[in-house]
């Protein structure tokens, strides 16, 4: 009896784990952060809500997400955001079918065909591509690309989406060439060595292994690419124009919606009107299609991974 009840005496004497001050203390600035993050997605929101409620209060929801004119600074205004979205998407899907292309091309050479030497030359002219203010940018657009493009005959205006979205293509190949990068040098080592031995060429296991291996990052950087694209200000304001129309046509000039909060947020507006309240609107719009993307997204990037061990 005594035996079996000494361990038992020595575990329960044992001295509590001491707590350590500066864990807690590291501890409490992560959850800091992450509140801090959560807290201004928040603010973010409600900011959009309570003006877009009393815009929607005044103007019908159904007229604001259907109609097809929108002139909302006129004297007998009109309020169908429909111009405003599809000027957005045409100008994110031509930058799209620019920037995937070259900066999954990019990726590929940086991960499996460059030596370190041209990857330690490539990857700081990526970074500063990247770091090239907007505004720059879209004057870049304004006053080479548009030109240019008349040069070789394209009968562009002086505004259009064309020229705005060549640039804001190249913008993306940085951030789309990173991310599938990171995706493409997760790979495990055998899964190449695996198809070398099995007789393929560096080609066919970058295509055929390589790429499908890293399919979930590579998704991941066509959402936040286009995600950019969508949500870009600068360059659509300088180089698009403010035109807001339902075309297809890439040389003529458009508006998006992310143009429209920018100019309008800066002019004459009186604060409080329903003309105001239309940028919060258009804002509590792009935050929605913004986030069913992200949504989505995850779901694709989920479906569609690989867990190496």
Do not use: C, H
């Amino acid at each position: 009896m005594s035996t079996s009840a000494a361990p038992l005496e020595r575990v329960l004497a044992l001295p509590k784990k001491r707590i350590r001050w500066g864990e807690v203390l590291v501890q409490a600035i992560l959850f800091l952060a992450a509140a801090i993050s959560v807290l201004t997605t928040l603010g973010i929101v409600i900011s959009l809500l309570i003006p877009a409620g009393e815009f929607f209060g005044e103007v019908s929801p159904w007229e604001f997400l259907t109609g097809t004119t929108w002139t909302p600074l006129f004297l007998d205004g009109q309020f169908g955001v429909v111009p405003l979205i599809v000027g957005t998407f045409l100008i994110s899907f031509l930058s799209a079918i620019i920037a995937f292309p070259l900066g999954v091309g990019v990726a590929i050479y940086l991960s499996e065909y460059a030596n370190q030497r041209v990857t330690g030359f490539l990857k700081p002219v990526l970074e500063i591509l990247a770091a090239i203010p907007t505004v720059v940018l879209g004057y870049f657009a304004l006053t080479f690309v548009t030109p240019v493009l008349r040069d070789i005959g394209l009968q562009v205006e002086i505004f259009n989406a064309l020229a705005a979205s060549l640039v804001l293509g190249v913008m993306l190949i940085p951030t789309i060439a990173s991310l599938s990068e990171d995706a493409m040098g997760a790979v495990p080592r055998d899964l190449r060595d695996g198809g070398y031995a099995l007789g393929a060429d560096k080609l066919q296991v970058s295509t055929r292994i390589v790429v499908p291996a890293a399919i979930s990052g590579i998704i991941a950087a066509f959402v936040l690419g286009f995600s950019r694209a969508v949500g870009e200000t600068m360059i659509v304001l300088i180089a698009a124009g403010q035109l807001a129309q339902i075309t297809f046509n890439p040389l003529s000039s458009i508006e998006t919606m992310t143009a429209f909060i920018g100019a309008t947020g800066n002019g004459d507006v009186p604060t409080g009107s329903t003309e105001y309240k239309t940028i919060f609107a258009v804002g509590l719009t792009l935050f929605v299609i913004t986030l069913v993307m992200n949504l989505v997204s995850i779901r694709l990037v989920r479906k569609y991974r690989e867990i190496y061990e």
